[in-house]
């Protein structure tokens, strides 16, 4: 491997960690910011009363980094649940993972599938193509999710059933069934996203010298996408797939808690909306925040890498 990829490549690492290490102290400093931190009140003497000063909230981060680093959260029993944070770490983020890796590898298919038809030039349907990709990039992202949440309450409502299948509760995690909407839900806007960068890196190459020659020689044009545009379509979609990985992420916050499913983003948002007077619930939520963004920049990181090997070979 070339000397100046590889250096690069460590480079681009080395500012992942760095991020991530500057990441994971804000969401703790964040977490441990207590309601009343700095504010003063006054007792019957009319003395003033820290509620709780900077050098007691600096502990506190300190604890939680120490906890972390030992583990210490992590063998913390959440009582309210039965189960230790490690566990609930496990069952939780193996239901996200899941949803999140079908809903990537439909969106990259359909997606494709999408763009290839929209790059298909017919100036009668091009403007209806066009806004068939663009009204889901257009809108916001709750929007396009409480729509299909919205369809999913109508079809159980009215016992509708699909394949065979149904009715298919819009709620839970119980079923494979359950996870159906909150797949459809979290790849609808990486479809569009991924439909799009398909038609324009089709369309960029469409009037290029060798499309042209294959195009001259008799060649159909399923052969000139396949043979010769997806090249340039595979290459733009590896430089996008970080991004796309971040509006899962987002989009995930959102579905899950739409469609009442537990995954790692729920649990989260469920410890911070009611915490624990035993304070396991705190030491939850950091425990759970930090791995999902650890998780987050592995990702990021992995692909981000990835691309730096896999487009000068392509572009070559």
Sequence with gaps: MNKVIVRKILGKAAVHILNLFLILLLIVSIINISPDLGVQTVDNKGNFIQSMDFEVYKNEILKSVKGLSSGEYFKTM????????????????????????????????????KGIFDSRRNKKYDDFKLLQTLIPLSVPDVLVISLVQMLGFYL?????????????????????????????????????????????????????????????????????????????VITD???????????????????????????????????YARPAADGSTTIALISFAVVLGILYFMLYTVLDVLRQILLPKLKN
Excluded: Q
């Design 237 to 271: 979609l590896i430089a996008s797939f970080p991004a796309i990985v971040s509006i899962l992420f987002s989009a995930l916050f959102i579905v899950e808690r739409l469609f009442y499913f537990p995954g790692v983003t729920f649990e989260i948002m469920d410890f």
């Design 156 to 232: 159980y409502k009215n016992k509708v059933t699909l394949f065979g299948i149904g009715p298919i509760m819009h709620i839970g995690y119980e079923h494979w069934t359950n996870y159906l909407y909150p797949i459809l839900a979290l790849s609808l806007i990486p479809v569009a996203y991924i439909a799009r960068i398909t038609s324009t890196s089709i369309e960029a190459v469409y009037d290029k010298d060798y499309i042209l020659t294959a195009r001259g020689k008799g060649c159909s044009e399923r052969r000139i996408i396949f043979n010769h545009s997806m090249r340039n």
């Design 78 to 113: 959440i009582y309210r649940k039965g189960i230790s944070v490690r566990d609930a770490i496990k069952s939780s983020l193996g239901r996200s993972m899941v949803v999140l890796f079908i809903s990537l590898t439909l969106a990259t298919g359909i997606g494709i599938l």
